[in-house]
């Protein structure tokens, strides 16, 4: 039997799954050999967000914070405050000009930087012309981090723009409500300051990474170090969720399917077969595919069905002999990974009794859908 248990409170398949490749990939001495170092995973994570617009929801977000706090601060008395933080911002001249000034070396600093990923980029795309090359140009794409660097400069070099006005600031002091107190806008200011450095290390290691990709021995440890990180834990990953959701028809539940007999039972990745009723039905608009399956909630609702079905046999309710001699069954028809879309027919009941408005709502928690690998 599983124990589901290692998946967290809720036995995530996912979660499961991360533990053991994580694991195996620790006892592998390729796959240390090869793994990346933990400065390279930080700069990675910082730069997960990917896509232009998430960055600079995120800054709004943040800037709102700040305007809220120093909208809340205006309306406590400032003594006790160096004399440093006293300064008016605005109308100090003085504390005005700095952040202008500063804010203008940054912007300069961040456009040079990637006018050199963008001459970089091209460079590498003529030299990698050839033989596996769309390959190659994608191993590059991933090892360089060209997309996340690119779309983070883009947003800073934005939103340095924007700020050169200080638009919410402007508009909380508009209304009167502002402090006087500078210090949230020289902790901006650091922000800036930390993620221009950011983007300038990611843009130091995508210079080297391009400039060890042009080499084909290389070419060839870049590409090794691609398998050991990404495409080994992906399709080792892809493999035992498949196996553990398949897995589940026979240890779900507390109760095994079984042919030879009539007891009530699940199947996972399974259409079924006669006639099933329709349980939960979801309509996805994009491609979609199953992610994850919280099995703990999932066992109890199976259980909790099959303990009624057999009292709804004993008050003679109904006879699951009678229904087909495989007993009364629920089937969950996704399969992980597998791409979905439309209206798709994912929990059906054969015999039994129906599902209560708690136990669906439940399922339908357990399941976890997203969009599919590869989709934008």
């Known amino acids: 039997m599983i124990d589901w248990h290692r998946g967290g409170c809720t036995g995530s398949i996912r979660r499961l799954v991360r533990g053991e ?58 003594h006790g405050l160096p004399v440093w933080a006293t300064h008016g911002f605005p109308p100090d001249t003085a504390s005005r000009e700095l952040l202008l ?59 340095l723009s924007v700020q050169l006005l200080w638009p919410f600031q402007l508009v909380l002091h ?26 300038l290390a990611a843009i130091a290691y995508f210079i080297d990474t391009t400039f060890r990709f042009v080499q084909l021995s290389e070419r060839e440890r870049i590409r090794e170090r691609y398998t050991a990180n990404i495409l080994f834990p992906l399709d080792l990953t892809q493999r035992l969720q498949e196996h553990y ?40 608009s994009g491609a979609t595919s199953l992610q994850d399956v919280r099995m703990i909630p999932v066992r109890w609702v199976l259980r909790r069905w099959s303990l009624r079905c057999r009292r709804a046999e004993q008050e003679s309710k ?29 929990c059906r009941r054969r015999g039994g009794v129906p599902l209560t408005c708690m136990e669906k709502c439940v399922l339908r928690w357990s399941f976890v859908f997203g969009r599919a690998n590869g989709e934008e």
């Not at 399969?335 to 439309?342: A, K, P, R, S, V």
């Open 318 to 346: 109904y006879s699951m002999e009678s229904v087909n001699e495989l007993g009364p069954q629920i089937c969950f028809t996704p399969h992980m990974g597998l791409t979905m879309h439309g209206t798709v027919e994912w």
């Open 21 to 78: 490749v994580r694991d195996h990939i620790h006892g592998n001495l390729s796959a240390r050999r090869n793994r990346y170092s933990l400065a390279h995973r930080i700069l990675r994570r910082f730069f997960s967000f990917g896509a232009f617009g998430k960055y600079l929801l995120f800054y709004i977000i943040l800037d709102l914070v700040l305007v809220a706090l120093e909208a809340v601060s205006s309306l406590f008395p400032q």
């Open 174 to 199: 508009q209304f009167g409500l502002g402090s006087k107190n500078p210090l949230f806008e020289y902790v901006m200011l650091g922000l800036h300051l930390l993620w221009l450095l950011t983007n």
């Open 101 to 159: 000034s500063v804010s203008g070396y940054f912007l300069a600093a961040q456009a040079g930087a990637l006018g050199i990923v963008t001459l970089a980029l091209a460079l590498v795309t003529l030299i990698a012309q050839g033989e596996n090359s769309d390959t190659d140009i994608r191993v590059y794409y991933h090892e360089s981090m060209a997309f996340q660097v690119v779309a983070s400069s883009v947003a800073l070099l934005a939103i």
């Open 245 to 284: 959701y398949a897995y589940a028809t026979n240890d779900v539940g507390g109760f095994r399917y079984n042919q030879h007999n009539c007891k009530p039972s699940a199947m996972f990745g399974h259409e079924g077969v006669g006639n099933f009723d329709v349980e939960l039905k979801s309509k996805f």
